[in-house]
């Protein structure tokens, strides 16, 4: 059973980069079969894929237009984690921030980060 | 860009009863391509179904996906108490490689 633990920090100044770390368990990061995956929920934006990471041979990220001048996601196989940076933050960067297993559809998710961008 | 419209925005009804849940996309899209996830307060969404029709794995039959073209369906037969929660149907195109998410729908008690 694959399970996703979270963590970073709940609160991130403007213009400042928030960055999440997302571990997994009963899978690898390196899974030819899988892509690890950052999506948002806010409000005023609802659920938002941000970006994801995935192992095919080597290494492709793909990101969503609306955050890819802003966003980088890094695998680290020695932690079997994945990673989110997203820089320049702004108050309509607040949001849960989540991270998801999957290709199509995000089978497994993370347990949710709320990220206030506030001074 | 597809955009997802769902509807009603907020269903009541009485446990045991039978929900239909619309999502419907702005042009055709591929069925293999939609999904429908629950989501309870302070939880993450949960995947229910994929490729239009297929349950992921754990969720009971009573939960169900159907539909083509530009209009999906989610039925749940008989509402058990805890299926009360907010409903969201997700497409996913590529080229582009691309995610989008409908803006939910909220079953609550009747």
């Known amino acids: 059973q694959v399970q996703l633990q979270q963590s970073g920090p709940g609160l991130v100044e403007p213009s400042q980069t928030l960055s999440l770390t997302c571990a997994i368990s009963g899978d690898s990061v390196s899974s030819t079969g899988i892509a690890w995956n950052w999506i948002r929920q806010s409000p005023s934006r609802g659920l938002e894929f941000l970006g994801r990471?995935?192992?095919?041979?080597?290494?492709?990220?793909d990101y969503a237009l609306s955050v890819k001048n802003r966003v980088t996601i890094n695998p680290d196989t020695s932690k079997n984690q994945f990673s989110l940076h997203l820089n320049s933050v702004t108050p309509e960067d607040t949001a849960v921030y989540y991270c998801?297993?999957?290709?199509?559809?995000?089978?497994?998710w993370g347990q949710g980060t709320l990220v206030t961008v506030s001074s | 860009e597809i955009v997802l419209m769902q509807s009603p925005g907020t269903l009541s009804l009485s446990p045991g009863e039978r929900a239909t849940l619309s999502c419907r996309a702005s042009?055709?899209?591929?069925?293999?391509?939609l999904a429908w996830y629950q989501q309870k307060i302070g939880q993450a969404p949960r995947l229910l179904i994929y490729?239009?029709?297929s349950r992921a794995t754990g969720i009971p039959d009573r939960f169900s996906g159907s539909g083509s073209g530009t209009d999906f369906t989610l039925t749940i037969s008989r509402l058990e108490p805890e299926d009360f929660a907010v409903y969201y149907c997700q497409h996913h195109v590529n080229p582009p490689p691309t995610w989008t998410f409908g803006q939910g729908t909220k079953v609550e008690i009747k």
């Open positions: 490729g239009v029709s």
């Open positions: 998801a297993g999957g290709n199509s559809a995000f089978s497994t």
């Open positions: 990471t995935y192992y095919r041979s080597k290494w492709y990220n």
């Open positions: 042009q055709s899209i591929s069925s293999s391509s």
